[in-house]
Every structure is written in C-alpha cells, then in structure tokens.
C-alpha cells in the first residue's frame, strides 16, 4: 500500500514561496502518476499540478500555471510542488494524490482517478 505525507504548509504574506512535500512510502512514486489538489472552505476539491513520469508529462491548472512547479526525487520517493507569487486566492489545504492506472496517456485532474491521497497540509496567503 501506498502512503503519502505532506508537509511544508504555513502561513506566508502575498508575493512569497513556498515548497510542499509529498513523502511517499511502500511503493514507489514512479509507479504512479502523482498530482496535487487543493481545497479552499466551502469549496470542491480542485486540481492543482500533477506529474507522468513516463514522458515527463506535467500539467497545470490555468490558475497557477506560470508561478508553481511539481517536481519529484525519486531517490527520496518524494514529490514537490514549488509555490512562487502566491495570492491570497491560493489559500486551502493541498493534498497530494497518486493514481495508480499508469496506462492513462494523461495526468487527470479528477479527484476520482486518484487512488490515494495524504492528510493535507494548510497554506494560508495573507494579503
């Protein structure tokens, strides 16, 4: 079974980074198409970034396309979503998520297709 464990959430001001983690464990990460998705109060779980390491293949939602990258370490079965110009907009909580049906030509950004999923970890922009 796979696990996955995020960290690097906080609180930081407009204009500021940051990097999130998603530490995986019991399978490794490359068996897996890997996505991030956040989730604001009040709000549906959308997709933010994910990762098909077959082709290299990224895709991004058009709201943070330009200012987050998602990046994986696959000697530290690790999975990082670099934050830069973060807006007050981007404040929820971010989950990692890993799709196990390698075989999808894409990344999906629909929440159903990923099989697993970490706690979350909160990121909270203030203006």
């Known amino acids: 079974q796979l696990q996955l464990v995020e960290s690097g959430g906080g609180l930081v001001q407009a204009g500021g980074s940051l990097r999130l983690s998603c530490a995986a464990s019991?399978?490794?990460?490359?068996?897996?198409?890997m996505g991030w998705f956040r989730q604001a109060p009040g709000k549906e779980r959308e997709f933010v970034a994910g990762?098909?390491?077959?082709?290299?293949?990224?895709r991004y939602a058009d709201s943070v396309k330009g200012r987050f990258t998602i990046s994986g370490d696959n000697a530290k079965n690790t999975v990082y979503l670099q934050m830069n110009s973060l807006k007050p907009e981007d404040t929820a909580v971010y989950y990692c998520?890993?799709?196990?049906?390698?075989?999808?030509?894409?990344?999906?950004?629909?929440?159903?297709?990923?099989?697993?999923w970490g706690q979350g970890t909160q990121v909270t922009v203030s203006s």
């Open positions: 998520a890993a799709d196990s049906y390698t075989s999808r030509t894409i990344v999906s950004g629909r929440p159903r297709d990923y099989d697993y």
């Open positions: 990762i098909r390491w077959s082709g290299g293949t990224t």
């Open positions: 019991g399978r490794t990460i490359s068996s897996y198409i």
